[in-house]
Structures are given as C-alpha cells and as structure tokens.
C-alpha cells in the first residue's frame, strides 16, 4: 500500500473526529448572527457569557454545580444509547429521584450521616431505575416504543411532583406562614453533600459524578455485562446470533440510564438545594442528552461535556442580564448542537460501509 | 358522583373533547404522512411552538387570524424542511434528530416571544361558527356544529387524509417508501423527494396544530405553551395503527379522558386535580402497550434510505 493512500485515511479519519467537534462552534456562530441582529454586539454578549462562566471561581464553581446532573443524566443517557435504546426520560427520572431522596431522608433524618448520606443517593437512584425501568420492562416484554414512553413518564412524574409539593410533602412552615410554596421540608443536614469551597454552591456531588464517569467507562468497557450492552446496541441481530439475550440488555440499559438520571436527582437535592423545589429539574433530562451526544457517547468524553454546557447555562443568565440578550439562546444552540451532531455521523458510516464493501 | 353526570355535564365534556382534539389531530395527522413514508419526526412539539408563536405574532399584527394561519403553516414548513435535510439528506438517527429540532423550536420561539412581545397579551381568536340547519338540531348541534373553523378544518382532514394515502398515486408511492424503499426506488419512485414532501408537510401541519392552540384554544401566546403535546401526537399515530381513522380515535379518547378531567377538577370531586391530569398519559402508556405488538408499524421506520444498500 503507498504511503499516500496511508495519510489520506488518517487525514479523513481525523476529520471524522473533529467533524463532531465543530458542532459547538457553528452553533455558537449561528447564535452570533442572531445576537447581531437583536441589535446587540456579538463579542461584547459572548464576552460576557464565557466571563461570567469560566472567567471567575464563583463563575466557574456554578458552571461546575450545573455540570454535575448534566454528566449524570449524560452518563445514564450514554449506557441507553450504547445499549441502543433512546431514553429521553432522564427529565422524569431525575424528578422522581429527588422525591424520594427527599422523602427518604426527612423520613429517617434520625439516622447517621455516615448511613444517611449514602442511603438517600442509593434510593434517588434506585426510584429513577424504576422510572426508567417501566418503559425498559414495557419494551422487552411487549415491545412498547421506548422513547414515546419515556415521554409519557416525564409527564407523569411532573404531575406527581406538583401533587406531593403541592400536598403530602409540603413544608409545614408553609402552610403555617400561608405562603403555600410549592417546596418541600429541609432535609437534615446529615444528608447534605459537603460543600467543597467557602462561599460558593460547589458540592461533593461533583466528585462523585466524576467518579461515577470512570465507573461507567470501566463497566462498559472492561466487564462482560457492559461488554453484551454495546454488542446489543451496535448489532442487535449478531448479538442474538451470538447467544446473548437482546431484550434483557435492552431493559438493564433503560434501567441503568434511570438510576442515573435519578442519582442526578438526589444529588441536586442533597448538594444544592437541600429540600425538593418545583422545576428542579430545569431541563437537565434534555441537555444531559446534549451533554451525552458531545462527549461522543462516551463516559469520559461526557466530562468535558457537560463543563462545557454548564458553563453555557450559567453564562447564559449573566448574558441576559448585561446585554438583554434573552437566555433561550442557550436552548436554540443546544438544539443546534444535536442537529449538528448527529447529521456529521454520515460521514462516519459512509467511511465504513466503504471499508465494509473493499473487503 | 351522581351529580358528575348529568346530560348538560356530559354535552359539555364531549364539547370541550371535540374542541381539545384540534391541535392533536392537525399534528398527528401530519405525523402519520411522516411516519407512513418512514420518517419519524419526534421535532413536532418544537414545530408546534413555533407554528404558535409566528401565528399569535403575525395575528396580532396585522389584526388578521388568516394571515396569522398562514406564517404558522411556514414556519412549520421551514421547520419540517430543516428536518428532512437532517434525517433525510444526512441520514441522522431519527429519534436524536427530533430531540434537536424541539430544544431549537423551544429555545427560538421563547427567544422571539421575549424579543418581540414580552408579556403575555391575549387576542381574539376564532370564534365558533353555527352551521346552518346542522347546527339547529337539537343537543347535536350544540356538539358537533357550532364550532370555530380550525375545528372543522381537523375534522375535515381525516377523510381527506385517508383519501389520500389510500387513493392516490402520491399516496401509494408515500406507503411504498415507508414499506420498502429500496424497491420503490427501483420502480422510479424518488424515495428523497416522497420523504421531504412528507415531513414538510407535517411540519405545515404542526405548525397549523401549534396556531389553533393560540389563536383559537387558548389566544395567547406563552413560553413552552404546548408542554409536550407533540410527543402525545407522535404516540397517538402508534395507537392509531398509522391510520388517519385510528389517529383520529385515538386523539379523541385521549381529550375526552382530558375533558372528563377538567370537569372533575370544576367540580371539586375529591381527587387531587394533579392526579387527574396524569390520567390521559398513564391512559396513552397504557394504549401503546395495548397496541404494541398488534400495529403494523411501516417496515422501513427510523431507517434512512441509501441507493444501492440492502
């Protein structure tokens, strides 16, 4: 073989790397263009975005405590994907989880950190496994199209929220102030993530979503369940062929993705918030699908990511208040960012199929 | 519960049912021309939110509803474009592609409101039009004839949407596609173009679907005000078996359940009102379950069409 045909596959292989990498910056031209015709200076609203996010520690702190359920969702969101299954119900699993953490502390707030702390993070994961499981269960056992009951379960976990904020799980202090605020009690502080730095919001969820991303890259790549998810995922037919049961992996990486969106839950009551809020989950079940989708579906590349897109979130609001620039921009570029990405894969599989058909 | 229903109460409910079906019918409907071909747009509900705002913005504007329709109908249609160049031309997996396409209608449409309106201001929207003769019959007329035009026009685009996909060449090259279209193909059909042509018009007809929600439902226009309606529409064309009557059935069942619920809210019957609101979505789980293995989902689904592959 010439050398030259050598280079040029390493030339394309590199594009095909990087292709999916310029997805942010595109997405972040096209919003200058829309910032530019909103009568406002594309450097000056960018400026400060990026400043107010990454340019100062109680910025980049922020940027960090929304990172955190961004790149658990995104964790839970790439083991689904892996595994071939869409799990667009992160928003619903990370509601549930932070119910029950919720529940389940103040219920047992007698309890030692050293037990509470752990149990309470172990139960938002597990009620978000069992969120994410009914429709994993529904389309192993029936065939039931996962991502229109991911859906549903969203909406139905809103709803349940709104009940128990609104009703069993309200904070006492409200009713008796008759402010009647959708919230629920404190949790004892026994359950609260160490805060990692005076003054700031940064907690030691952080860590352990960093933690959970080795974890999640050791388990898909390196043990045998993590090893049939992918075979799952990538070739459903030759992992059948291969003996290995595709429906049940397709339900363990639905369930898998639940228990992680739902630990996302947990995580913010516990390290931010300290007691259930309405709109807790802010959007974080989609944009850790962003999240996820950037770091190529792959639990370290997730890291990065969701950095990124945290940072975003939090410049966002500093960008709306300098500039009046309103903070849906944000949104818009996320969906850019999807678009971008998952139109640059054809390249990716055009390469292959003509490897496939040389021989 | 005796008092829960009364005729006047249950009139009333199928009313409000009839009425509640609109934007779900015009969406669905759309989305079924999609899917039929193989296309799955699951961007509908970010259609739906642009097709609203355009259509609440243009309205308020120039003082009239029918140029208000028109801008919903292109938004929708630049919107449906934008999703045939990325599931079509570009082959991306489908159901990413429409994950993308509503966070970008959310986040434009919640951009241009702030930018354009700000506040919440309500306008008048279609009024309900008697039919002559039809609308005089007794208890029916009150039910079925006296309705504002988007209704009617929803109503009027099942048979007309049956007819189509069932009766005309462009509707059997459409199931072709959706079916096989690698032998489609071979048969001269255009397999792209059938596929751009359909989710264009989904789009229109998202974005027609998002229009009658503010400027004949609701008549106003606020941040994320279809709150996942569009995915209701994409499960009721799976219940619906892909076909514009079961569509139609399915987007009735769904707003009666929807309207009973309302009711049992005005009426204080003791049930937590968040509760009742969950029901239409345990109701829909419940009816892909139902409806899972049974529906004939058109082979080529989700899956992008290369010349030359098998």
């Known amino acids: 073989m010439p050398p030259k045909t050598e280079y040029s596959r390493l030339l394309n292989r590199t594009i095909e790397a990087l292709l999916p990498l310029l997805a942010v910056p595109v997405a972040l031209l096209i919003g200058a263009v829309m910032i530019y015709a909103l009568g406002v200076n594309p450097f000056q609203a960018y400026g400060t975005l990026f400043q107010g996010a990454f340019g100062n520690i109680s910025g980049f702190t922020q940027s960090l405590v929304k990172a955190t359920p961004l790149l658990l969702v995104g964790l839970g969101v790439t083991i689904a994907f892996r595994g071939g299954v869409i799990n667009i119900g992160g928003e619903g699993q990370l509601i549930v989880g932070a119910l029950a953490a919720t529940a389940f502390s103040i219920g047992f707030s007698d309890l030692p950190r050293i037990i509470l702390l752990p149990l309470t993070l172990l139960i938002a994961a597990l009620s978000g496994a ?12 029936l065939g039931v199209n996962e991502i229109l009951s991911t859906v549903m379960m969203n909406a139905i976990a809103l709803q349940l929220s709104n009940y128990l904020l609104r009703g069993p799980m309200i904070d006492p202090a409200e009713i008796e102030r008759g402010t009647q605020i959708a919230q629920s009690d404190l949790l004892p502080q026994a359950a609260w993530l160490t805060r990692l730095m005076p003054r700031t919001l940064l907690h030691s969820g952080a860590i352990l979503a960093l933690i959970m991303a080795v974890l999640v890259y050791i388990f898909l790549w390196r043990t045998t369940i993590g090893y049939r998810i992918r075979a799952v995922g990538l070739n459903p037919d030759a992992a059948r062929y291969a003996g290995i049961p595709v429906r049940f992996y397709q339900a363990l990486s639905l369930i898998l993705g639940g228990a992680f969106a739902g630990l996302a839950g947990g995580v913010e009551v516990a390290g931010v918030h300290h007691r259930m809020i309405e709109g807790l989950s802010g959007g974080y079940g989609f944009s850790g699908i962003v999240a996820a989708l950037f770091g190529k579906l792959h639990p370290l590349g997730a890291v990065p990511a969701s950095v990124l897109f945290g940072g975003l979130l939090v410049g966002a609001d500093r960008m709306q208040r300098a500039t009046q620039v309103p903070s849906a921009l944000i949104t818009v570029i996320l969906g850019l960012v999807v678009l971008f990405v998952v139109s640059s894969e054809i390249w990716a599989r055009r390469r292959a199929r003509r490897r496939e058909t040389r021989g | 519960m005796a008092e829960l229903f009364t005729l006047p109460v249950l009139l009333g409910i199928i009313y409000s049912g009839i009425r509640l079906a609109t934007p779900y019918l015009y969406a669905a409907i759309g989305e ?35 140029f208000g ?22 082959q991306a997996e489908q159901g990413i592609s429409g994950i993308g396409l509503n966070l970008f209608g959310l986040g434009l449409s919640t ?150 619920q309302l009711w049992v809210q005005v009426k204080g019957i003791n049930i937590p009102s968040d509760i009742a609101v969950m029901m239409p979505y345990i109701l829909t789980i419940i009816a892909l379950t139902l409806s899972g293995r049974r529906a004939r989902q058109p082979q080529a689904l989700t899956k992008p069409f290369e010349r030359g592959e098998n």
């Open chain 2, 111 to 260: 951009l241009l409101f702030k930018v354009t309106l700000g506040g919440v201001e309500s306008i008048r929207g279609f009024q309900p039009i008697r039919i002559p003769l039809l609308g005089q019959i007794p208890y029916l007329g009150d039910i079925f004839f006296n309705h504002n035009l988007l209704v009617y026009g929803a109503f009027l685009l099942v048979p007309l949407a049956n007819f189509v996909l069932n009766k005309t060449t462009f509707g059997l090259k459409v199931r072709a596609v959706g079916q096989n279209p690698q032998a489609a193909d071979t048969l001269g059909v255009n397999v792209t173009l059938i596929r751009y042509t359909t989710v264009c018009l989904g789009g229109i007809l998202a974005g027609i679907a998002g229009a009658s929600l503010s400027l004949a439902l609701i008549n106003l226009f606020q941040e994320n005000m279809t709150s996942g309606m569009g995915f209701i529409a994409v499960a009721l064309v799976y219940f619906g078996g892909w076909r514009p009557w079961g569509v139609m059935g399915g987007a009735l069942l769904f707003s009666f359940v929807n309207a009973l």
């Open chain 1, 130 to 141: 069992v969120w994410g499981g009914v429709p994993g269960v529904l389309k192993a056992r």
């Open chain 2, 32 to 66: 079924t021309f999609a899917q039929r071909s193989g296309v799955l747009n699951l961007g509908v509900d970010g259609i739906m939110l642009m097709g609203a705002y355009t259509g609440f913005y243009i309205a308020m504007k120039t003082g009239n509803l029918f």
């Open chain 2, 69 to 90: 329709l028109l801008g919903a109908a292109a938004a929708g249609l630049l919107m449906g474009l934008l999703m045939s160049i990325v599931s079509v031309s570009l």
